[in-house]
Every structure is written in structure tokens, then in C-alpha cells.
């Protein structure tokens, strides 16, 4: 099935989705992290449940000499724990990304 669909208004910010739809402006589409807290609270609710949307996965890309820096390191352990997945972010792609550089 196809749905056509006419959007009143765009936005390509999670917050700015995340309160127009608690403001009844229409159906929105965020992420776990950004909406569970008000699905919880029952201020936002899943239209759909029984048709989920398909997980997505963030890579970061990071010099390797940057690694160290405290702002890198912070950004990584932010995806880290939002993600709940596996870590790809361990030691040996790190290495194996730093040997691919090389070549």
C-alpha cells in the first residue's frame, strides 16, 4: 500500500517535531530517545503500533588523532549510550579504519 502524503509543515529538528505533535499539529516521526519520555507520560502516543518503523544505526567517522580530544570522546560516549546496540566504536575498528586510511 502507498500513502501520499501532504505535510503542513517540515522540519529536519527532533525538538521542533517533538512539540508540534504534542501541540496537535500532526503525526510525527522520532526517534526512541527523543519521544519515549512523553509516550511514558502519555502526552504523546504511537499511531501505529503494530507498524513499526525499521531501527537505524549512526557511524561516526573520527581521526584517529582525535580520539583523545574531551569534546570527541564526549560526542562518542553520547552515541554510545543512546544507541543501545552493539559497539562498533571498539578498538579494532579503530585500528582497522586508521589501516585503511593509510593505504
Given at each position: 500500500m502507498t500513502v501520499t502524503v501532504h505535510p503542513r509543515m517540515s522540519a529536519n529538528d527532533m525538538s521542533v517535531?517533538?512539540?508540534a505533535a504534542k501541540t496537535h499539529l500532526g503525526i510525527a516521526l522520532l526517534s526512541n530517545y527523543v519521544a519515549l519520555l512523553e509516550i511514558r507520560s502519555?502526552?504523546?502516543v504511537v499511531?501505529?503500533?503494530d507498524f513499526p518503523v525499521p531501527d537505524l544505526w549512526?557511524?561516526?567517522m573520527?581521526?584517529?588523532d582525535r580520539l583523545k580530544m574531551p569534546r570527541v570522546n564526549a560526542l562518542l560516549h553520547f552515541i554510545r549510550s543512546k544507541g543501545g546496540g552493539c559497539?562498533?566504536?571498539d578498538a579494532?575498528?579503530?585500528r582497522s579504519t586508521a589501516?585503511?586510511?593509510k593505504k
Open positions: 517535531l517533538l512539540e502519555g502526552s504523546l499511531p501505529l503500533p549512526i557511524k561516526a573520527v581521526p584517529i559497539d562498533s566504536l579494532r575498528s579503530v589501516k585503511s586510511a
